[in-house]
């Protein structure tokens, strides 16, 4: 019964080509997760494709290994070195390129360097690590929590009043505990694999909301309620057979897409740097999170998210009869909260952060401070958020059990 049930699922026009273009999608994201990847070559242009990420590879090898004070300081004064040469010197915008692509090796550590050395905390100073001499070395690490407790505590702060001390004091320790120094190794493969995700996962979402919209509905659209609800099994092992169906269609479809979108991208680009902690991507991430493991959290959130929007889609469904309206479910789910951001408030910026639409997009999620306070304890959004959707979605299938079996015949 739950095989029929799938086979209609996939079974018609509009099922079969949603399963293609979503196996289309995925292709494209790896697609752009290796195309992302560039090598600037000798003559300062940018190159693509499998060489190019060898090169890159090569070079940042050359420079993986712990970021403590000495590797930091050989760092600074080989980007010193390249700084003064004449490529970088020139004002001829090719010859920058040319200089630019001598730092490849350690770029992503200048990059960390410009928020490290910067201002303020919510600076980036694209020359910052140009000034930094190797005495300074030192302050990499303390310069992290340094300025971010300057940004909770300055009066003008927006972040003074937006926080509680608890919060405060919960964000401070999580910088103070971070693990040091960070490990540096090429990792482009997971950096890719992170960056591109949401696109797979959203996507992913509204494809199975418009899959599991008409489970339900469609009995009505095609007239055989009739029949349907008058068979011997039809209120009570059916009905349940077509919340397997839609359980069955959001696991299997949603878990061959990350991992085929995986196995290609870190298959192109590397399985290296799995174990560099989250902030040589995201500096300012207060998660203590290895990139692997946030690749974990990335799609077991995901898949929480498609569960969720899903089930809720073949509530709907089951409730309205209309398998049209149900499919804009997800639709509305994940472009409101982005409409309701644009208002350029913090408190309500900090209200989205508890919607589903986060678990779709947990990359930019890690890099928000979304803490709350609740019952004198403090939580980070992603502690509430999996185990609330997970919980509302087992909650779920219960209700769609009880809406349908009670539908009258019309």
């Not at 060898?54 to 004070?69: N, T, V």
């Not at 946030?294 to 969720?308: H, K, M, P, R, S």
Request: glycine share 6%; proline share 3%; charged share 20%.
């Amino acid at each position: 019964m739950v095989r029929y049930e799938v086979k209609k699922v996939f079974g018609t026009v509009g099922g079969r080509l949603a399963a293609v273009l979503m196996l289309l999608l995925v292709l494209l994201s790896s697609y752009m997760a290796v195309t992302g990847v560039e090598w600037i070559n000798e003559a300062g242009d940018p190159e693509t494709g499998f060489a190019a990420i060898s090169r890159l590879r090569r070079a940042q090898k050359e420079w993986s290994g712990p970021l403590d004070e000495a590797r930091l300081q050989d760092i600074i004064r080989e980007n010193q070195r390249l700084c003064a040469t004449p490529e970088a010197q020139s004002r001829d915008y090719q010859q920058n390129d040319i200089a630019y692509g001598w730092k490849q090796g350690f770029r992503p550590v200048l990059d960390m360097m410009n928020y490290a050395y910067a201002a303020g905390f919510q600076e980036f100073d694209w020359y910052c690590n140009e000034r930094v001499t190797p005495d300074q070395a030192g302050d990499f690490y303390l310069n992290r929590t340094k300025l971010m407790k300057q940004w909770l505590h300055e009066e003008n702060s927006t972040a003074s009043h937006l926080f509680t001390e608890k919060e405060q004091a919960y964000l401070v320790a999580q910088y103070e505990t971070l693990e040091s120094p960070f490990y540096y190794d090429y990792s482009e493969g997971w950096t890719q694999l992170l960056y591109n995700s949401p696109f797979v996962i959203m996507i992913s979402a509204l494809i199975l909301g418009y899959l599991c919209a008409g489970i339900f509905a469609n009995e009505f659209r095609w007239k055989s309620d009739a029949v349907f609800f008058s068979s011997a099994l039809g209120r009570d092992r059916a009905v349940a057979a077509k919340i397997q169906a839609g359980f069955l269609t959001v696991t299997c479809t949603y878990w061959l897409s990350v991992a085929l979108y995986t196995l290609i991208t870190l298959g192109c680009l590397g399985f290296d740097g799995w174990n560099c902690p989250l902030q040589t991507d995201l500096w300012k991430s207060f998660y203590h999170l290895k990139l692997w493991q946030a690749w974990c959290l990335t799609c077991v959130g995901g898949y929480i998210g498609n569960l969720f929007f899903a089930f809720l889609t073949m509530w709907v469904s089951a409730r309205t009869r209309s398998s049209m309206f149900a499919a804009t479910v997800p639709f509305l789910l994940v472009f409101l909260p982005s409409f309701l951001d644009n208002l350029g408030s913090d408190r309500i910026s900090r209200l989205l952060g508890l919607f589903p639409d986060q678990l779709l997009q947990i990359y930019q999620a890690l890099r928000y401070f979304n803490v709350y306070e609740i019952g004198g304890k403090v939580f980070s959004a992603m502690a509430l958020l999996l185990p609330t959707f997970a919980l509302l979605s087992l909650l779920l299938a219960p209700m769609m059990y009880r809406e349908f079996r009670r539908k009258q015949i019309r």
